[in-house]
């Protein structure tokens, strides 16, 4: 899942970025609200988390994008605990509000009800062909056997299993599991597909992660 995180505290920033992210999300950060309709033109967003200390502005913001036809999932966080503004934002377009102070268990129970809502949303467990991805462990299972993948991996494999047989160019799986990560290269792309493709070969899988040259990549669970 890919998000995007809007607050203007660059603090803040980090401590929400390092908690989705812990929560294997994908997070670009944006520091200012007047810049978001910008960002979610240039990229595909699951969903909008705005921690903000200005709702009026933000509201306006909002309010646009959504006469607009931006149907992203948004969730708002403030500390204006006033119920004019809660109600402001909510009726500006805002899927969820959330008041400050907040316990990260909420947060986090509010988001997950948000994308189940709303297309972008995987169950806890994902099948394609012989492979059982358990989300919540991040285990691959093929059979009775399975391993553990680290955080890019799932990422990148829980992509390719909601979108099986379908190529998705090296842009895309970029801008899907790194977001706008200046790290985020080709080459590291490439690495991590080769570490797929040896644990899928280590489980005995039939699934096969495939490259077209110059086009992308797709995971095929076609026994051959």
């Not at 899942?1 to 944006?30: C, G, K, S, W």
């Not at 520091?31 to 903000?52: Q, R």
């Not at 080459?187 to 040259?213: D, F, G, P």
Request: charged share 25%; hydrophobic share 40%; proline share 3%.
């Amino acid at each position: 899942m890919h998000l995007l995180l809007i607050t203007n505290h660059t603090e803040t920033a980090e401590n929400l970025r390092n908690l989705l992210q812990h929560q294997h999300y994908a997070v670009d950060t944006l520091l200012t609200p007047a810049d978001l309709p910008a960002y979610l033109d240039g990229g595909e967003y699951d969903a909008v988390v705005a921690d903000i200390s200005s709702g009026g502005e933000f509201a306006s913001v909002l309010a646009q994008l959504r006469q607009g036809g931006c149907a992203v999932p948004m969730l708002v966080i403030s500390e204006d605990a006033a119920l004019e503004r809660c109600v402001e934002i909510l009726d500006a377009g805002a899927d969820d509000f959330l008041r400050r102070p907040f316990a990260t268990t909420e947060l986090l129970a509010r988001l997950r009800a948000l994308l189940r809502r709303s297309a972008a949303y995987a169950p806890e467990k994902l099948r394609c062909g012989d492979l059982l991805l358990d989300c919540a462990g991040r285990f691959l299972i093929c059979g009775q056997q399975q391993c553990r993948l680290n955080n890019k991996e799932f990422q990148l494999l829980r992509l390719f299993m909601r979108h099986p047989d379908m190529l998705l160019s090296s842009q895309q799986l970029i801008q899907r599991v790194w977001g706008w990560d200046k790290d985020a290269q080709l080459h590291v792309v490439w690495t991590y597909i080769c570490n797929l493709r040896a644990k899928l070969r280590r489980l005995h899988s039939h699934a096969q992660i495939r490259s077209m040259r110059g086009a992308g990549y797709m995971l095929s669970t076609k026994k051959e």
